[in-house]
């Protein structure tokens, strides 16, 4: 889950939230620490990680990403629309996947103040079919 401000700072997104998040980060701090030339952010963001093994089905995470919200949901509406939303990484191993949602989690869903969005990965899990150099196996 994540919910970010233009104005608030990420421990004030802390203190209106009552929660601690998995990880937070400063308007204005580099998108890369490491790199002094990288982009700055333009949001405080503060993200709250599902506790769940990444081994769960995605309906279990979201299962567990609505209970949180739930909890949040009047801080969450105090925030101006579009500040918040339960973000989904899936990591797609070979070719196509699918994610089926039950009704009653769209429902639960449509009735809170938070966007959905699954960003998909694909990895390639084909065997690398270049023939070995000489002298190596």
């Known amino acids: 889950m994540r919910v970010w401000s233009e104005t608030h700072s990420a421990a004030?997104?802390?203190a209106?939230?009552?929660m601690e998040p998995t990880s937070s980060?400063?308007?204005g701090s580099?998108?890369?620490p490491r790199n002094p030339r990288s982009a700055k952010r333009e949001v405080s963001l503060w993200v709250l990680e599902s506790e769940l093994s990444r081994?769960?089905?995605v309906e279990r995470h979201l299962d567990w990403a609505l209970d949180v919200v739930e909890t949040l949901r009047e801080p969450i509406a105090s925030l101006p629309p579009g500040s918040s939303d339960i973000f989904v990484?899936?990591?797609l191993i070979e070719g196509q996947g699918s994610v089926e949602l039950e009704h009653a989690l769209l429902q639960r869903l449509g009735a809170l103040p938070v966007d959905l969005i699954f960003d998909l990965y694909s990895i390639d899990n084909e065997a690398d079919t270049t023939p070995p150099?000489?002298?190596?196996s």
């Not at 150099?133 to 190596?136: A, L, V």
């Open 55 to 57: 081994e769960e089905r």
């Open 89 to 91: 990484g899936c990591q």
């Open 30 to 32: 580099l998108m890369s």
């Open 16 to 18: 209106l939230l009552g």
């Open 25 to 27: 980060f400063e308007r």
């Open 12 to 14: 004030e997104l802390t």
């Open 133 to 136: 150099r000489e002298g190596t």
